[in-house]
Every structure is written in C-alpha cells, then in structure tokens.
RNA sequence: GGGAUCGUAGUUCAGUUGGUUAGAACGCCGGCCUGUCAAGCCGGAGGUCGCGAGUUCGAGUCUCGUCGGUCCCGCCA
C-alpha cells in the first residue's frame, strides 16, 4: 500500500502537476478499449483516475478488469481536464488524476446489490450487508451528523461544568416500566442481572454523592415491540442536577439543544422554547407531543352536536372537531379512508360536513339546523370549501383519535416544514394514572417523579388529579426528552410507593438502597433524559431510526448481519445453570 | 398478542380472467471501443416464483398454514 497523501476529495485545479498517492474504492469504472476511468471514492469523495494504455506502464489488461469496490492505492499525476470534460457535478470534477502505478490491495467479489443509492436493494438485504450499506454517503452522512451531536453534546455540556460519569450495564432488574433484558449470572446461579432501562437510580444517588451535574451518553436497554423510531438499544444523554428547579432545567437544556442544531446543522433555534401544560397539548393537539409546525387545532364542538338532532354523540362525554382548510375537495373515498384511519385509534367513526355557499352540506349536516350551521361556522371559522371532521367518545379516545386524524391528514397536505422546528415543552403532567387491568395506580413518568408542591395534600385526598413536576421537551412531533424533578423527601418517595401499591417492604426489596441513600442527605435534585437516536433523527431529516444507527436491529428486535440472537452452546448454558424449556404456542 | 403490506434472476421490478418455453433494466461473464462521468455497442450465462400443504386437467397467479422484512394497534414507568 501506498501512503496516501491526500483523500478522494480534496484535491483541485491548485494540486495540477503534483504527484500525489490515493487509497479508495472502485466507486464506477468506465471501460473505452485504450483508456479506463475509474471514480475512486472515500469517505471524503471521489476523484476521477485514469489509465491510459498509452502511458501505463503496468498491465493494462488487468486494469481492464477492475470492478466495483475493489480497494486501490494509486499513483499518479493531477491534471486539469479538458474543457469539455469538465464534471460540474463533482467537487473534483476539474482535475483527475494519470495513473502512473497501482496496488490492488483488494479485490471485492461481485456485490449482493450495486452501492449507490439505497433504493438499489430491499432493507433486508441492506440489514445483512450493513457494512456495504454503511458505504453510502447518506448514511455516512447521519453518521457524521451523530458524530458531531455527540461532540457538541460533550463540549457543551462539560462547559456548563457537568461531570461524564459512567453507570452500570449490569444491574438489579427493577420492577416498574418496560421489561428488562436480562443476563444470567455464572457466579450466583439462578440469578440475573438487568441491562438498564436507564441509569434513573445511578443518576439519582450520584446526586446524593455530590456530583451536582451529571451527564452520559448512554445505551439503554428497552424488551419491547419495535417501531420506525424506536429499537431495543438505544442511547440517551442522560442527566441530573442537584440544588435546582424546572426553570434551570429548562434553560440548560434550551441551551444545549440551541448548541447541537447550531454546531450541527447551523440552525438557530428560537428561545426561550414555547411551553404548554399537558392538560392544554391534549385538549389542543390531542397529543402529548404535538407538531407545532401546523395548526388544524381542536375544537370543542360538543355545544353544538348536543342542541343537534344528531343523536349518536348525545352520549359521547366529548365531541371534538377539526377544520381542514380546502378540505371539501375530500371524496367519499377520502373520507372512508380516514375514517378507517381513526378507528384503529378506538373511535367508532368519523363525522363530517362540508363549507359550501354559505351552509354546512352533506355528512351529518342535516341534523344540524341553519342557525346552528351558522354558529358552527362562525365558531369554529368554517369557510366555504372547508370540511370539518368530527369525533364523539369518552375523553381519551375523542382526543388521540383525532389528533391522530390532525397527524395524517398534515402529512396528506404536506402542511409540516422539513426545515422548521420547533421545540415545545410539555409540562404539569399527571401523577398517575390509572391500569385498569392491574387495578391500581401506575406512574406516568417513574415513581421517583415529585409532586408539584401546591399538589402534595392531594395525594391523600386525590391521587388520580394530582400533577407532577414531569416535563418532557417535543419537537415536530416527537419526545426528545422527558425528565422530573425528583422526590427528595423519604416520606413523600413512600407515599408515591403506597399509592402505587408497593408496600414499604417491596419498595425497599425493590429500591431500598435508593430509599436508604434518600436518607443520608439527599439534596434537592431532577434531571432529564434526551433521547439522541430521535434527536439525531430530526438534525438527519429522516423518519427511521434505523437510519442514524450504525448496526440497527430489525423491528422484531434481530441482527441480520450477525443473526443475534443466536443459540448457545450446552456447555454455556450448563455453566449457567440454565436448561431451555419449550414454550407451549 | 393483533392488523395491514411485501417476498419472482445477483439486484430492482413486470408478469393479463389460472393456460405454451416466466420477461425487462442494472449487475455478472465474453467481445468491440482513446474522453467518459448512469459511458456506448454486440453476444452470453443466470430462476426451488420465500417455504409447505390444498383446490384444479393445469398455480408465479386462487385458498390455508408457515418463515422473513416493513408499517401500525396493544406495549414502550
């Protein structure tokens, strides 16, 4: 091999006449009898090589045979190109270089799938072969966007004086929230440890230690049911600090965030952030993280179906409406098809009617008299050409279903910028709420989550009403961070247990070190959680998750590359003390 | 756990109401070619139609099951 001195995209009109060394791959050849063209390509770019039978000293007839993604290291000459051969579309399309010799130093067998743009291939076949998909300059461009969220997550945030500190892969298997990965124990046969949700209970007692800002760029380990932004492993910029409220939190992590999209992507972001409560994003957006980047707002409409003489939402506890700008263009078909779109979220249908001269037409529209079409569309700004979508049901079905009809009918009219974000926390969530199937209390962020303060008393009078001090931080869409401030008071951390139906001998079979430490001198504390696959995502412009992560698993949680998880060998389980049993189906 | 959808040459796809020998492009192999940059031209090889049953005189096509990918619901404190 030839020590290169320069990369594949770097040299220009000013390298002419410099005798230079290139290592690369075979991006494309171009075969013309005497002369041969060969883009070679690195992660920096291409340059275009030439061998030229005339002038090759070598063996032309084995430059003949090069083929795509063979690995060369090159000798040569820079010199201009000709006027009329002039790549525009290259960054080094004015020069190219005159092979004087070559070392194949390796020759790559024909590929399972040509690598220049990744439509080429179905995501199976990419998956197996990730190390030749990893070779294309849009996913060594996300790469290179991670890269840079990593670094300037880490400068930033070890200018704020936050100490990285590492926690625990292995670790006791907590009972709340999503199922473990668990890893058998050789030593202590029969036991197991935990891959970590997350580093929650580390993060906690390092506050307690004293270490007042903690940061890490973390894996977290989730065994749940996949989807496009999510994976069983995925990495957090996981936080805590100590002596602090919500309002410090939010403006580091404003900060924080301002810093990644400015460094990374050279946008700049407005501050402060917008914030709305929980309560208003549900009742607005019918979303915990909605996409801010359009209106379609939600209306309450339940004043008017009930003086109607449409009977089916007399019952429903909510009626609710959207008003889609231009909609009456929607045929029946379009309708049909969103209506079926709603019902996977539980609603039982979907009613509409249109603006047109004046009057609300077709739909339910009959049902409603004239003055009431008028009230509605003076209300709610119904214009002719409009059509209005309504949902009645219990509370919780009316509002996800239809902020989940505002979701898709945004993405039918492209109604969201790609280049616009906006970054919106969520505040004053609930407690609790409630598992009707385990019939009790569940936390809805993690038991450590502190009570607003005003809200204390409410836990013994009123648990199901009482607000936390959880927030989350959401952008176009999707939950980039969530976090609390944390209950440092042992008594009030008990309470929380008891309503949530640990007894205090489970909680401290559970979290007893956590509840101990609590006792030691627990300063007041909260942190927060970015979740950085997703963060990456929107700096990446991308909608899969698999796309900014190297070595992603499939959404039924396998590798095909290296076809985890796999079966083990008797020895190894032996060792462990481990027999499988077989499941019945 | 459930729903939808996809699976045909190395790859991306086409394949008619079920009907003769399953096609195209790219890639691969061989030949021609000195200015291409999606190079071009000529020729060739290449198929367990994911797998297994069933219906039928006949299945890539219809039915059932199964495996795998994707998207969604449930789930993800």
């Known amino acids: 091999m030839y020590k290169r001195t320069h990369t594949c995209g770097e040299l220009k009109r000013e390298n002419i006449g410099d005798t230079i060394y290139l290592n690369g791959w075979v991006n494309t050849v171009r075969l013309h009898g005497q002369v041969v063209f060969v883009d070679l390509r690195d992660r920096y770019g291409k340059t275009q090589i030439v061998f030229n039978a005339d002038s090759f000293s070598g063996d032309f007839e084995a430059v003949k045979k090069l083929s795509m993604e063979d690995v060369l290291s090159i000798k040569g000459q820079v010199q201009s190109r000709a006027e009329s051969a ?16 070559y070392i194949m130093l390796n020759e790559a067998s024909p590929l399972p799938f040509v690598i220049s743009d990744r439509e080429n291939a179905e995501e199976n076949l990419r998956l197996k ?23 300037a997550t880490r400068s930033y ?9 590492e926690t625990p892969m292995l670790m006791k298997s907590t009972p709340e929230g999503a199922r473990d990965y668990l890893v058998p124990s050789r030593i202590h046969h029969g ?20 270490y007042d800002r903690y940061f890490q760029i973390v894996k977290c380990f989730r065994d749940e049911d996949l989807r496009a932004d999510r994976q069983p492993e995925f990495t957090q910029i996981d936080m805590e600090l100590s002596f602090i409220d919500e309002e410090d939190i939010f403006s580091i992590i404003e900060g924080l965030t301002k810093h990644i999209f400015s460094q990374v992507r050279g946008i700049e972001l407005l501050e402060p952030f917008e914030r709305l409560t929980w309560a208003v994003a549900m009742e607005t957006y019918g979303s915990d993280k909605p996409d801010l980047r359009y209106g379609l707002e939600l209306k309450d409409v339940k004043e008017f179906t009930d003086a109607s003489d449409f009977n089916a939402f007399k019952s429903a506890k ?18 049909d098809q969103f209506t079926d779109y709603v019902k996977k979220y539980k609603a039982k249908g979907l009613a509409w009617m249109k603006g047109e001269d004046g009057v609300l037409i077709g739909g339910i529209s009959k049902f409603f008299s004239d003055e009431l079409h008028q009230s509605i569309r003076s209300s709610l700004n119904v214009k002719d050409g409009d059509i209005i979508f309504m949902i009645g049901d219990k509370e919780s079905v009316t509002l996800n279903a239809l902020g989940q009809l505002r979701i898709e009918i945004a993405k039918k009219e492209s109604l969201a910028k790609t280049d616009e974000y906006r970054p919106v926390w969520i505040t004053e969530f609930p407690m609790f709420e409630y598992d009707e199937e385990a019939n009790r209390y569940i936390a809805m962020h993690h038991p450590f989550t502190a009570p607003r303060n005003e809200d204390i008393s409410m836990l013994d009078t009123d648990p199901s009403h ?29 309470k929380v247990f008891s309503l949530l139906g640990l007894s205090r ?20 504390h909260g942190g927060i959680a970015l979740g950085f696959d997703r963060l990456v995502m929107l700096l990446a412009g991308t909608e899969n998750i698999r796309d900014v992560i190297a070595f992603p698993k499939t959404t039924s949680a396998t590798s095909l590359m290296d076809e985890s998880p796999n079966n083990v060998s008797i020895v190894q389980l032996d060792e462990l003390g481990i027999k499988i049993k077989d499941i019945e189906k």
Do not use: C, W
């Open 86 to 101: 002039i790549n525009p579309k290259m960054e080094t399309g004015e020069i190219e270089i005159v092979v004087g010799e």
């Open 505 to 524: 001998e489970e909680a401290i079979e559970k979290f007893g070190f956590l509840v101990e430490a609590l006792t030691y001198g627990a300063p007041p």
């Open 318 to 335: 909510r009626v609710k409406a959207i008003v889609v700008e231009g909609g009456a263009k929607y045929s029946r078909k379009n309708i």
């Open 157 to 165: 945030l070890s200018g704020e004086k936050f100490v990285e500190i």
């Open 129 to 151: 072969y990730r190390y030749l998909e990893l070779r294309m300059e849009e996913l060594q461009r996300n790469m290179l966007i991670r890269h840079e969220t990593y670094q």
């Open 191 to 210: 036991k197991f440890y935990a891959l970590p949700q997350s580093p929650q209970i580390y993060k906690q007692i390092l506050m307690i230690s004293g």
């Open 466 to 494: 009482t607000l936390s001090r959880g927030y989350d931080l959401t952008m176009n869409g999707y939950e980039i961070a969530g976090g609390s401030i944390r209950i440092h008071d042992q008594k009030i951390q008990e």
